[in-house]
């Protein structure tokens, strides 16, 4: 889009101001639930985006209109692993669907793994339908809690979901609690790919329209990168 530039910059070299603008657009696009106060989510808010070490802030003629964060980092537990935790990503509707942030963040994981090609890199976070059907379009496969119980991957993500998620995670139902009700989705989904990721997510996370996210797992390698380009192409 004319006039659109994404700046990758450090959770915490934000200054006040612009954590107020990137807040301010999220509190556009999501609804908190009755229990949970302003104050306290701009808490947890600002917690997150000063410890991601990756925050994309996305402009249109100098005015700040989306962000994307994530925290890159290696973990040795229980495995030695590169993890890309996924916090954040709003972005206006109107500014949507140019790519720019997303082709920032795939120089950052280009670079990962060209500095460390042995290396595995996973990308972890808790999605709600919408982002659990745009995954799916350009990974081979989305790990969640409900796979083999003896799948390695599944027992990663389990840890992960335990260390990040806390006392909001369930692990009877497999999903977390969030501090928002998600937008009514009420979009068709066109692709007969979607439509099957969309069902998929149904089937194991039914109460997502009360507020309850699902963990995931992907795999990151060249292929999911490149297949994450053509999707902006």
Do not use: I, N
């Given at each position: 889009m004319p006039g659109s530039r994404a700046e990758l910059t450090r959770g915490e070299d934000l200054t006040d101001d612009t954590l107020d603008a990137l807040y301010a657009i999220r509190?556009?696009?999501?609804?908190?639930?009755g229990e949970v106060s302003t104050e306290r989510d701009r808490v947890g808010f600002d917690a997150a985006m000063r410890r991601?070490?990756?925050v994309c802030v996305l402009t249109n003629l100098g005015r700040t209109v989306g962000f994307v964060c994530a925290d890159l980092r290696r973990i040795h537990e229980p495995r030695d692993v590169?993890?890309?935790?996924?916090?954040?990503a709003f972005i206006?509707?109107?500014?949507?669907?140019g790519g720019d942030y997303a082709r920032v963040y795939l120089r950052a994981v280009m670079g990962r793994l060209a500095r460390h090609p042995r290396s595995e890199l996973y990308y972890y976070g808790v999605a709600y339908l919408p982002?659990?059907?745009r995954t799916s379009a350009y990974a081979d496969e989305i790990v969640t809690l409900h796979g083999p119980s003896g799948d390695p991957r599944v027992q990663l993500l389990e840890h992960l979901t335990r260390a990040h998620e806390g006392e909001r995670w369930s692990s009877e139902r497999g999903t977390v609690w969030m501090p928002t009700i998600p937008p009514v989705?009420?979009?068709?989904?066109?692709?007969?790919?979607?439509?099957?990721a969309a069902a998929r997510y149904e089937s194991l996370n039914p109460s997502w329209r009360e507020g309850y996210s699902l963990p995931i797992l992907v795999r990151v390698d060249m292929k999911t990168v490149l297949s994450s380009l053509r999707q902006l192409t």
């Open positions: 509190a556009t696009q999501v609804r908190l639930k991601s070490t990756h590169w993890l890309m935790h996924f916090q954040y206006e509707p109107e500014h949507r669907g982002s659990f059907v989705c009420g979009r068709e989904w066109s692709r007969a790919d979607d439509r099957e």
